[in-house]
C-alpha cells in the first residue's frame, strides 16, 4: 500500500517487523522491577531521546513499571499497601521544565504522565530520584531517563503515531477467529493511513498445526525521516480436546441382560480437527479389534492434542455365546399347592442361571420362591438370553412378599401439604396389587421417614421405610443481590444480604459458621451487576416483619479488591445457597 505526503512526492508505508524480544534489551541481569518511559520499545539504560521546539508545542510520556523478578521477591514489588515515591527532575530548567515532579506509585499497573515544556534551545536530561519505597523489593530508575533536545522554533515535525489494530498484545484467539491485524497512522505532516500489518511466522511446538505465538509489526516514516513502530504479540490456540467415537458391531447387546451372544467387533473414530500433528492416543485406541473371550471385556480408549486431553472412553463388553446346561430326572406332573422336589440340575458358567429355572437336582419350590416354573416345553435361559431344553414339570407358587423400594427421597417444604412418599413394588409371582403410599410429616425441618406398605394378589405383604427432607422454603436472594450475576461491590464495604423463608423461624436458622466466602477465579465474560445499597450496621442477622425478609449484614475486607468471591450462606436444614462477588476499591 503507497500513501502519498504533503511534504513528499511519494512515500512508502513501511511495515516492518519488530523483534519479539526488544522489551527485553538489557545485556545484563535485571535486579528489580524497572521504572521506564513510553518513547520507545526497548527497557534499558539508554537514554530516549525527546525532541522540541523552542516556544512549541509540549511533550508527554508515560511512566511505567516492568516486574522483572529479579530482587529476591517473586512477582510485582507494589502489592497490598505498598507504594514507592519518586521525584521528576529535569538538568536544565532554563532548557525544558517537567511537570509534575513528583509521583507515586501504588501497583504495578499504575501509569503516569509527563508534560515536558519547551523554553529555550538546548538540550537537558530528565530523570527519576527515590524518595520513599514502602515495598520489599527494589526499582532500577535508570530505564526512565530521556534527554529532551529543544531545537529552534521552526522545527516542528514529530515522529508519527503507528498503533496496531485488530488483535490484542497479550491475548489469546482460537484457531480459525484470529481477528485481521491493521496499522493506523497519526502523523503531523502527513495524511492519516491505514494498511494491513506484517505477521510473522507462527512460533511454537505446536506450528505446524497453526498453533503458537505470532506478532503483527507495523512501521511508517513521514516526510521529515522520522519513524514510528508498534507491535502486538498474541497466541493462537487450540480451543477444543480432541473426540472420541466407538462404533460396534452388533451396534448394542444382541442378547438379554447386556450380554452379547456373539463375537464383537470394536472401532474407535478419534478426530482432531485443530491440531491433528499434535494428537496422542492411547494403545487401546488400535482399530478395529474383535472381542470373542467369554465373559466381561473392557475396551477404552484415551486422546490428548494441544487442546487438552478428552475424557476416556471406556465400554465393557460381555459376551456369553455357550447355553447353558441342564438335565431332569422323571418328576411328578401337575399342579402342586405344595412343596415339590424338583431333580434337575442347570449350569452356566459365563453370564449365569436367569431366573427360577436355576435349580440343582434336589432343590425344594419351596417357601420364599414364587412364579410359574416350567420343565420342559421351556428352555432354561442364561443370563444372555442362550436356552437349554428341559424335560416338562409346572408348578405355580407365590409365597415370598412383594419387593418395595422407595421412589427417590423427595424434599418438601416446610408446612407443605399434602405431602405424600410413594414406593414401588415388584412381585414376580401373582403380582402386585397395591403399590402403598406414606404420609410425610412437614411440621419441623429435618430428615424423617415414612413407612409404606404394599400387598400382591395373594394377600403377601412387603414395607419399606422411605426417607424424605423437610427444609424451610428458599426464595432466592433479594436486591441488592443478584441472583444470575456477578454482583460488583466495593472491598471493605458491608453488604446487607437480605432473603425470605417464608416466615419468622427464629434466629437459629443459620448453620455453624455461615455465611462464609472463599476467593474464586473471575472470569472476563461474566454478566455483572453493581451492588446499589451498602449499610453502615454491623455484622449480624435480624429480621424484618414487615417484608419478611432475613437480612445478615456481610462485612467484606478491603484487601478483597480486584478479587472475586463466593458468599455461601448455609442452613441447619443442611442446604446451601450462594451467590458471585467481585470487588473493586
Known amino acids: 500500500m503507497r500513501i502519498r505526503s504533503?511534504?513528499?512526492?511519494?512515500?512508502?508505508?513501511?511495515?516492518?517487523?519488530?523483534?519479539?524480544?526488544?522489551?527485553?534489551?538489557?545485556?545484563?541481569?535485571?535486579?528489580?522491577?524497572?521504572i521506564y518511559n513510553t518513547l520507545d520499545l526497548s527497557i534499558d539504560a539508554t537514554a530516549e531521546i525527546m525532541q522540541l521546539a523552542a516556544g512549541g508545542a509540549t511533550g508527554t510520556t508515560l511512566l511505567r513499571v516492568e516486574n522483572q523478578n529479579g530482587d529476591g521477591k517473586e512477582g510485582c514489588n507494589l502489592t497490598g499497601s505498598t507504594s514507592l515515591v519518586v521525584d521528576v527532575v529535569t538538568s536544565d530548567s532554563a532548557t525544558a521544565t517537567v511537570s509534575p515532579s513528583r509521583v507515586t506509585f501504588d501497583s504495578c499497573g499504575d501509569t503516569h504522565s509527563l508534560t515536558i515544556t519547551p523554553r529555550a534551545v538546548g538540550a537537558a536530561t530528565v530523570s527519576l530520584t527515590q524518595v520513599t519505597n514502602s515495598t520489599r523489593g527494589s526499582f532500577n530508575l535508570a530505564p526512565a531517563t530521556f534527554t529532551v533536545n529543544v531545537g529552534p522554533a521552526a522545527v516542528t515535525n514529530q515522529a508519527p503515531v503507528v498503533t496496531v489494530n485488530g488483535?490484542?498484545?497479550?491475548?489469546?484467539?482460537?484457531?480459525?477467529?484470529?481477528?485481521?491485524?491493521?496499522?493506523?497512522?497519526?502523523?503531523?505532516?502527513?495524511?492519516?493511513?491505514?494498511?494491513?500489518?506484517?505477521?510473522?511466522?507462527?512460533?511454537?511446538?505446536?506450528?505446524?498445526?497453526?498453533?503458537?505465538?505470532?506478532?503483527?509489526s507495523c512501521a511508517y516514516t513521514d516526510g521529515g525521516g522520522?519513524?514510528?513502530?508498534?507491535?502486538?504479540?498474541?497466541?493462537?490456540?487450540?480451543?477444543?480436546?480432541?473426540?472420541?467415537?466407538?462404533?460396534?458391531?452388533p451396534t448394542g447387546p444382541n442378547g438379554?441382560?447386556?450380554?452379547?451372544?456373539?463375537?464383537?467387533?470394536?472401532?474407535?473414530?478419534?478426530?482432531?480437527?485443530?491440531?491433528?500433528?499434535?494428537?496422542?492416543?492411547?494403545?487401546?485406541?488400535?482399530?478395529?479389534?474383535?472381542?470373542?473371550?467369554?465373559?466381561?471385556?473392557?475396551?477404552?480408549?484415551?486422546?490428548?492434542?494441544?487442546?487438552?486431553?478428552?475424557?476416556?472412553?471406556?465400554?465393557?463388553?460381555?459376551l456369553d455365546s455357550v447355553a447353558p446346561t441342564a438335565s431332569c430326572a422323571a418328576v411328578p406332573t401337575g399342579w402342586h399347592a405344595t412343596d415339590v422336589t424338583v431333580s434337575c440340575t442347570a449350569s452356566d458358567a459365563t453370564s449365569g442361571l436367569a431366573g427360577a429355572a436355576s435349580f440343582s437336582r434336589g432343590t425344594r419350590v419351596d417357601a420364599g420362591l414364587e412364579g410359574t416354573f416350567t420343565v420342559p416345553g421351556t428352555t432354561v435361559y442364561d443370563n444372555a438370553g442362550n436356552g437349554t431344553l428341559l424335560e416338562q414339570f409346572t408348578a405355580q407358587i407365590d409365597r415370598k412378599s412383594p419387593d418395595v423400594t422407595c421412589d427417590g427421597a423427595p424434599t418438601f417444604a416446610l408446612g407443605q401439604t399434602p405431602a405424600t412418599v410413594t414406593g414401588t413394588a415388584v412381585d414376580g409371582g401373582s403380582d402386585v396389587a397395591t403399590h402403598g403410599v406414606g404420609s410425610a410429616?412437614?411440621?419441623?425441618?429435618?430428615?424423617?421417614?415414612?413407612?409404606?406398605?404394599?400387598?400382591?394378589?395373594?394377600?403377601?405383604?412387603?414395607?419399606?421405610?422411605?426417607?424424605?427432607?423437610?427444609?424451610?422454603?428458599?426464595?432466592?436472594?433479594?436486591?441488592?443481590?443478584?441472583?444470575?450475576?456477578?454482583?460488583?461491590?466495593k472491598s471493605g464495604s458491608t453488604i446487607p444480604v437480605k432473603?425470605?423463608?417464608?416466615?419468622?423461624?427464629?434466629?437459629?436458622?443459620?448453620?455453624?459458621?455461615?455465611?462464609?466466602?472463599?476467593?474464586?477465579?473471575?472470569?472476563?465474560?461474566?454478566?455483572?451487576?453493581?451492588?446499589?445499597?451498602?449499610?453502615?450496621?454491623?455484622?449480624?442477622?435480624?429480621?424484618?416483619?414487615?417484608?419478611?425478609?432475613?437480612?445478615?449484614?456481610?462485612?467484606?475486607?478491603?484487601?478483597?479488591?480486584?478479587?472475586?468471591?463466593?458468599?455461601t450462606v448455609k442452613l441447619v436444614d443442611g442446604t446451601t445457597h450462594s451467590a458471585n462477588f467481585s470487588f473493586t476499591k
Open 6 to 34: 504533503r511534504r513528499a512526492p511519494r512515500r512508502a508505508f513501511i511495515l516492518a517487523a519488530v523483534a519479539a524480544t526488544a522489551l527485553a534489551s538489557f545485556t545484563s541481569v535485571a535486579l528489580a522491577d524497572d
Open 499 to 567: 432473603f425470605s423463608l417464608s416466615g419468622n423461624h427464629g434466629l437459629g436458622i443459620m448453620a455453624l459458621n455461615s455465611p462464609s466466602s472463599v476467593q474464586k477465579s473471575c472470569s472476563l465474560n461474566q454478566v455483572t451487576d453493581a451492588v446499589e445499597e451498602y449499610t453502615l450496621a454491623t455484622s449480624g442477622l435480624k429480621y424484618d416483619a414487615t417484608a419478611d425478609q432475613y437480612i445478615y449484614n456481610w462485612k467484606t475486607q478491603t484487601g478483597w479488591s480486584g478479587t472475586c468471591r463466593t458468599l
Open 256 to 318: 438379554s441382560n447386556g450380554w452379547y451372544v456373539s463375537p464383537v467387533s470394536v472401532t474407535w473414530t478419534v478426530s482432531e480437527l485443530e491440531s491433528p500433528n499434535s494428537l496422542i492416543t492411547t494403545a487401546g485406541c488400535s482399530t478395529p479389534t474383535t472381542v470373542s473371550a467369554e465373559g466381561e471385556t473392557t475396551v477404552s480408549c484415551g486422546a490428548s492434542s494441544a487442546g487438552g486431553s478428552a475424557d476416556t472412553v471406556t465400554e465393557t463388553i460381555k
Open 167 to 216: 488483535v490484542t498484545d497479550g491475548a489469546n484467539y482460537a484457531k480459525g477467529s484470529v481477528p485481521a491485524a491493521t496499522c493506523s497512522v497519526s502523523d503531523d505532516h502527513d495524511s492519516p493511513a491505514t494498511a494491513p500489518a506484517t505477521l510473522s511466522a507462527i512460533t511454537g511446538p505446536n506450528a505446524s498445526d497453526d498453533l503458537g505465538s505470532q506478532i503483527a
Open 441 to 489: 410429616d412437614t411440621s419441623a425441618i429435618g430428615t424423617r421417614n415414612a413407612t409404606i406398605t404394599a400387598t400382591d394378589n395373594v394377600g403377601n405383604t412387603g414395607t419399606a421405610s422411605c426417607a424424605y427432607d423437610v427444609d424451610y422454603r428458599w426464595n432466592g436472594f433479594f436486591q441488592p443481590i443478584d441472583n444470575n450475576a456477578v454482583n460488583k461491590a
Open 226 to 249: 522520522l519513524t514510528g513502530s508498534a507491535t502486538a504479540s498474541y497466541s493462537i490456540i487450540d480451543p477444543s480436546a480432541p473426540s472420541i467415537g466407538l462404533t460396534l458391531n
